[in-house]
């Protein structure tokens, strides 16, 4: 049965074909492949690849291909990757959003962590490729997303997460369950109401207190 690995070297190049001939990616420390095949000399392999459509549109397309080390190579086909429940890769995914931060962090145990969202939809359209068939019953679970200030170039993104749900195109859909969100203050209200001084609680609308 195929079992699905993390790299353990700082780079190996996937080829199409066995004799190191047409290179179809370079995967790099950390990076998820899942093993069909070892020998002595190579590793068929399967991951992913990004196409890019005459219309603009990036695609994940799953391809097989062969990890096979040159003959001086220091290390040994059985110590190139390393079991997924292993991995000891922190990795940190800046994407372009244009305008603003968009962060993606994962801890080497699985952890995901997402820091700000930029001020489109193209953090969303991130994350519904890079977590493909996530589902409403079966969504990504998110153990914080965190808004390091109150500039919408960091945060009118995130809303875009939940707009993505109902897109009409199946790949542009993300589900995710956040189990929390960590934000750099509170935007108030002014401090009155009908020329009134009122509390800040009021102007926070409802609240609930937890555990004191």
């Known amino acids: 049965m195929p079992d699905t690995v993390v790299l353990n070297v700082d780079l190996a190049d996937v080829w199409e074909e066995r004799g190191r001939k047409k290179l179809i990616r370079t995967v790099a420390w950390g990076d998820e492949v899942t093993v069909l095949k070892v020998t002595s000399t ?14 603009g549109s990036i695609l994940p397309e799953a391809i097989t291909g062969y990890i096979e080390p040159s003959k001086t190579f220091p290390i040994k086909i ?104 960590y934000h750099n203050g509170i935007v108030k209200r002014p401090s009155k109401m009908n020329n009134k001084a009122v509390p800040d609680t009021k102007l926070l609308g409802p609240t609930k207190t937890d555990n004191g």
């Open 42 to 55: 190579y590793i068929e392999v399967s991951t992913t690849v990004f196409r890019k459509k005459p219309d």
């Open 78 to 181: 059985a110590d190139l990757t390393r079991p997924l429940a292993t991995n000891q890769v922190l990795k940190v995914n800046f994407v372009d959003v244009q305008q603003g931060d968009g962060a993606v962090i994962e801890s080497p145990d699985g952890k995901i962590i997402l820091v700000d969202g930029g001020d489109n939809q193209m953090f969303a359209r991130y994350l519904a490729g890079r977590f493909r068939g996530t589902t409403a019953e079966h969504p990504q679970p998110i153990d914080c997303i965190i808004v390091t200030h109150g500039d919408a170039d960091h945060f009118v993104g995130l809303p875009e997460i939940l707009k993505s749900e109902t897109n009409r195109t199946k790949r542009k859909r993300f589900f995710m369950q956040p189990k929390r969100v």
